[in-house]
């Protein structure tokens, strides 16, 4: 029976980790093993350890290397060095036959980074997608580069990742496992306005907006331009935390002074995976630059503002209003998201859902590979050169 070592680091990638592991627990043919960390273990974030739990999913281990005022490039690179030494314990006493990872967040390079000095095959979900405006674009390629056996979002992903070398019985497309779940999720949640403080019924737009590495606006620029976005929403406002990056707690600060400063915005640092979904069920539209408003989004025909160039390149659905960082751009997309005709004509198809995801990445876990054949990665040269 094969261990597998689940690692959820950010509430990012626990969406899609979150059905795979639970599928994973129930498997008599797989000993599964979590550790969690990251931001899960912040009170900025909302400390979403017991929520794993809540959600049936025991802890082997914790990983604790994010401080609460990490926020500059400098104090995330002591993290990721504080990162690698707690993986550097918990895969030593651990000793799985593999690692599974999701996405294309820096701190799951300290992870992969560990389990390939140590020998651990690796296993990614997430390899091949492109979001040119932000450094997890370059971070995805380098866990590529680490992984053993590949497991992508799209069929194209999958392409994408034999030009760069990979041998094809290493990539298998699975589709996006955090879309297995959207319907129960949003099902389980009947009072989400409550969940929310709303009133019954009264609408909302769900807003997260998270720092972009390669942009000619500053971070105080583009937080300041999203918020004066907002200026210009409707109603209701859900905003909800940005992710752990650089600037993160300047733009988390800058939100709770605009929430605190109109009533009508509702900050939360974390709504959980089933809150969130249901909230999206029941949105009238989101704005921001979450990678959720590319993957999820199309599945509930919820209409998107997406600004900025963070997801720039990313596969959507046509529920999806791209614009700059401008107030102008912003305001047309608003206009547009908010048409009843748009909504309307959206058709509800997401590109990212697969029939039999999570199989298809249990039957990888399960496979009876190769150890050592796993390990020696060979490079299969796409133009014939030796």
């Not at 389990?115 to 590529?144: E, F, K």
Request: aromatic share 8%; proline share 6%; hydrophobic share 45%.
């Amino acid at each position: 029976m094969p261990s597998v070592c689940f690692v959820t680091l950010s509430r990012s990638d626990y969406a899609s980790l979150r059905p795979v592991a639970l599928a994973a627990l129930a498997d008599p043919a797989i000993d599964m093993r979590l550790v969690a960390g990251g931001s899960h273990a912040l009170a900025r974030y909302g400390n979403t350890l017991e929520q794993i739990q809540t959600d049936g999913l025991p802890i082997h281990a914790v990983a604790a290397f994010l401080q609460e005022s990490d926020d500059s490039p400098a104090q995330l690179a002591a993290a990721f060095a504080r990162a690698t030494a707690e993986f550097t314990r918990i895969l030593t006493e651990q000793r799985p036959d593999y690692v599974f990872v999701i996405g294309d967040r820096w701190e799951m390079l300290a992870v992969v980074s560990v389990a390939s000095t140590l020998q651990i095959p690796i296993v990614h979900h997430s390899g091949g997608d492109i979001t040119q405006g932000s450094a997890d674009n370059q971070t995805r390629y380098a866990l590529t580069t680490l992984a053993h056996l590949h497991l992508t979002a799209l069929p194209e992903h999958r392409e994408r990742l034999l030009r760069m070398g990979e041998e094809e019985w290493r990539v298998t497309a699975t589709g996006e496992p955090a879309l297995t779940a959207l319907a129960d999720y949003a099902q389980a949640s009947p009072d989400i306005h409550g969940r929310l403080g709303l009133q019954p019924g009264e609408p909302f737009v769900l807003a997260t907006f998270h720092p972009t590495s390669f942009d000619t606006a500053t971070p105080v620029q583009q937080v300041e331009m999203f918020l004066r976005a907002l200026d210009g929403v409707a109603g209701a406002v859900v905003l909800t935390a940005p992710n752990p990056d650089a600037a993160s707690e300047l733009f988390f600060a800058k939100y709770r002074d605009y929430a605190a400063a109109h009533p009508r915005v509702r900050l939360f640092e974390a709504l959980g995976a089933q809150n969130y979904y249901a909230a999206m069920a029941s949105a009238r539209y989101m704005i921001g630059n979450s990678s959720s408003g590319m993957w999820e989004s199309a599945s509930f025909r919820l209409p998107v503002v997406n600004i900025g160039p963070r997801q720039q390149g990313r596969v959507h659905g046509d529920n999806v209003v791209n614009c700059e960082l401008d107030a102008q751009a912003i305001a047309a997309a608003i206009a547009k998201a908010t048409d009843p005709a748009f909504r309307a004509g959206l058709d509800g198809r997401n590109p990212y859902v697969q029939a039999d995801t999570v199989a298809l990445i249990l039957d990888c876990l399960k496979h009876p590979w190769d150890r050592a054949r796993l390990l020696a990665k060979r490079f299969v040269d796409p133009l014939g050169l030796r």
